[in-house]
């Protein structure tokens, strides 16, 4: 039987946010690949505090059907910078899985809100690609979760009926050249997964900020990921509404935040499945068409 949905993980220290994100995955995935470094460093090159007891353990717990190929080797190189790094894990990750399908990379805290859906949304664009196909990334869209409080989360509102952040998550031509972004044409889906990116503690965040692949490039001051922290620290119910533009990249992809009471995480992404997409059929068709995507640009 071929194997069209290929999803994979690259892991590191948060793995544990992976009892959030693999079980949403398991059903619809014909193959699974979970790419970690053997030595467990980061993309910074920095050592991290690994369970392999209680990752295998859970991995052999919710692996039912033998689909989980866990693959480990080099990801941190020294002469390499975190987002190469990154880049260079991805792109092992999409040859361990080999050419052929739908090639799905979603980080560990990254909860897809409906993945069945999105996977039979993949094979009504082609339902078993070769990788000979004109290449294109199919994008899902994020709900950015900025921070945990007592009583629930912190996370990002883009306004009614304004179009949300997007991310390319699935491709048929699996190229990786600044994390999963390429020169593919995007075609935007109307799902939706949760992105657990800032909502940590404070020394889980600081060591994220330190690590990721952005540390090497918007955040590669110190004093700036300090400043965020800062900026992260003080938000609570009383002020989380006066925040505005607080993308680290690009101010505006964030414009503010949102409240949401929830007992824990599965509550919220529970609580989230309620947001709905808000471009219609026809709009949704105008931003797929290539033709149209290139008249837009010229335009603009």
Request: aromatic content about 14%; glycine content about 4%.
């Given at each position: 039987?071929?194997?069209?949905?290929?999803?994979?993980?690259?892991?590191?220290?948060?793995?544990?946010?992976?009892?959030?994100?693999?079980?949403?995955?398991?059903?619809?995935?014909?193959?699974?690949?979970?790419?970690?470094d053997?030595?467990?460093?980061?993309?910074?090159?920095?050592?991290?505090?690994?369970?392999?007891?209680?990752?295998?353990?859970?991995?052999?717990?919710?692996?039912?059907?033998?689909k989980?190929?866990?693959?480990?080797?080099?990801?941190?190189?020294?002469?390499?910078?975190?987002?190469?790094?990154?880049?260079?894990?991805?792109?092992?990750?999409?040859?361990?899985?080999?050419?052929?399908?739908?090639?799905?990379?979603?980080?560990?805290?990254?909860?897809?809100?409906?993945?069945?859906?999105?996977?039979?949304?993949?094979?009504?664009?082609?339902?078993?690609?070769?990788?000979?196909?004109?290449?294109?990334?199919?994008?899902a869209?994020?709900i950015?979760?900025?921070?945990?409080?007592?009583?629930?989360?912190?996370?990002?509102?883009?306004?009614?009926?304004?179009?949300?952040?997007?991310?390319?998550?699935?491709?048929?031509?699996?190229?990786?050249?600044?994390?999963?972004?390429?020169?593919?044409?995007?075609?935007?889906?109307?799902y939706?997964?949760?992105?657990?990116?800032?909502?940590r503690?404070?020394?889980?965040?600081?060591?994220?900020?330190?690590?990721?692949?952005?540390?090497?490039?918007?955040?590669?001051?110190?004093?700036k990921?300090?400043?965020?922290?800062?900026?992260?620290?003080?938000?609570?119910?009383?002020?989380?509404?006066?925040?505005?533009?607080?993308?680290?990249?690009?101010?505006?992809v964030?414009?503010?935040?949102?409240?949401?009471?929830?007992?824990d995480?599965?509550?919220?992404?529970?609580?989230?499945?309620?947001?709905?997409?808000?471009?219609?059929?026809f709009?949704?068709?105008?931003?797929?068409?290539?033709?149209?995507?290139?008249?837009r640009?010229?335009?603009?």
């Open positions: 039987m071929d194997k069209i949905i290929k999803t994979g993980f690259c892991v590191a220290y948060d793995w544990e946010l992976l009892k959030y994100s693999l079980p949403g995955v398991y059903e619809e995935s014909d193959m699974i690949c979970l790419a970690i053997k030595d467990r460093h980061s993309w910074s090159c920095n050592k991290y505090e690994f369970d392999d007891k209680a990752f295998y353990d859970f991995i052999k717990k919710t692996d039912r059907e033998n989980i190929d866990i693959y480990e080797d080099d990801f941190s190189l020294s002469h390499l910078n975190a987002r190469e790094n990154c880049n260079r894990h991805r792109t092992l990750l999409a040859k361990r899985m080999k050419p052929g399908g739908w090639h799905i990379q979603i980080d560990v805290d990254e909860y897809f809100i409906d993945f069945k859906g999105f996977a039979n949304y993949l094979k009504s664009i082609h339902t078993n690609p070769t990788g000979k196909e004109k290449p294109v990334n199919v994008c869209n994020i950015p979760v900025f921070k945990k409080s007592q009583q629930g989360y912190f996370y990002v509102a883009f306004g009614k009926g304004k179009m949300p952040e997007n991310a390319p998550v699935a491709t048929n031509v699996p190229v990786y050249e600044r994390a999963r972004n390429n020169g593919h044409f995007n075609h935007i889906s109307p939706y997964f949760v992105h657990e990116t800032w909502a503690s404070e020394d889980e965040l600081r060591y994220k900020l330190n690590n990721w692949g952005h540390s090497a490039e918007e955040l590669e001051l110190k004093e990921r300090e400043s965020f922290l800062k900026l992260w620290r003080a938000i609570d119910k009383y002020n989380y509404m006066l925040v505005r533009d607080i993308h680290p990249a690009v101010p505006d964030w414009p503010g935040l949102a409240y949401c009471e929830a007992a995480m599965n509550d919220f992404i529970s609580q989230m499945k309620e947001i709905r997409f808000p471009a219609g059929k709009d949704l068709w105008l931003r797929n068409n290539r033709l149209m995507a290139k008249i640009s010229l335009i603009n």
